[in-house]
């Protein structure tokens, strides 16, 4: 009998039998992790297993391959100063799925875990969009597929405001002009310029899904989750109110 404990987050949750669930962790020393847990469906443990909450986690299995079983203790929960914040448990529900869909099961990545701890910290404060979207460019950078968004690819001096899709590599105003029907806005906040807002944060999501989707989804045969769409069309929504 194997045996671990850990800290994780729960991603998702996926019925099993009358009151089971097969539940996915992120966790801190033993990546994105599956097991079953017994009772999860049911009343008294239904908070626990919600996806956002921080659990004190203990894995059994016979052999390390299994899916092997879960007990988790609730640790820290979201949910209770976000439930009048709809568009910040959106954001929360997004990042649970893209890390749940888009991470490897069980490869380690312990800046993703803390990142997304701070994430889930930063959900509570003004700038939750702006972190939102520096968290998808932390889980891209760290799955090998960081975007340089400090220096001209094409050799330009002027402002970064645009990234090429084939390298993921920032181009200035002047080096870009030319080819910019063909490039990605690059918000100001990801380039070291301002604070950001509703109208540069959509950018910044169109900017991380075209390389979410190209490098990690689509060669898995994937698509973003309906959270994280859910996500592009409120920023949208608040830009344009904006």
């Known amino acids: 009998m194997i045996e671990w ?7 998702s949750t996926q019925p099993h039998g009358e009151d089971a669930a097969i539940v996915h962790l992120l966790t801190r020393e033993h990546g994105k992790h599956a097991g079953l847990a017994r009772g999860a469906q049911g009343k008294r443990n239904r908070a626990t297993y919600q996806p956002g909450t921080t659990v004190q986690a203990r894995w059994r299995g016979r052999l390390a391959e299994h899916l092997g079983a879960y007990t ?22 997004s990042a649970m799925a893209v890390a749940d869909r888009a991470l490897p099961e069980r490869e380690v990545h312990t800046p993703i875990y ?4 701070a994430l889930i910290e930063a959900l509570h404060h003004d700038a939750w969009a702006e972190a939102y979207v520096q968290w ?3 889980v891209l950078r760290e799955l090998g597929f960081g975007l340089d968004l400090r220096r001209c690819a094409g050799g ?3 402002r970064l405001v645009y990234v090429s899709p084939r390298s993921g590599r920032a181009v200035s105003a002047d080096a870009g002009e030319p080819y910019s029907a063909k490039l990605l806005p690059l918000p100001g906040f990801l380039a070291g310029y301002g ?3 509703p109208w540069e944060v959509a950018q910044g999501l169109r900017l991380t899904a075209f390389f979410l989707e190209r490098h990690i989804l689509e060669p898995a ?3 973003l989750p309906p959270a994280r769409e859910r996500l592009a069309a409120t920023m949208r929504r608040l830009a344009d109110e904006g």
Do not use: Y
């Not at 988790?72 to 529900?93: G, K, V, Y």
């Open 5 to 11: 404990l850990d800290e994780g987050i729960v991603l």
């Open 72 to 93: 988790c203790e609730p640790l820290h929960s979201p949910f209770a100063n976000l439930l009048e914040m709809p568009d910040r448990l959106t954001a929360l529900a």
């Open 114 to 117: 803390d990142g997304t701890q």
């Open 136 to 138: 998808e460019v932390q």
């Open 156 to 158: 330009g001096s002027g």
């Open 195 to 197: 604070g950001g807002g």
């Open 221 to 223: 045969d994937l698509t």
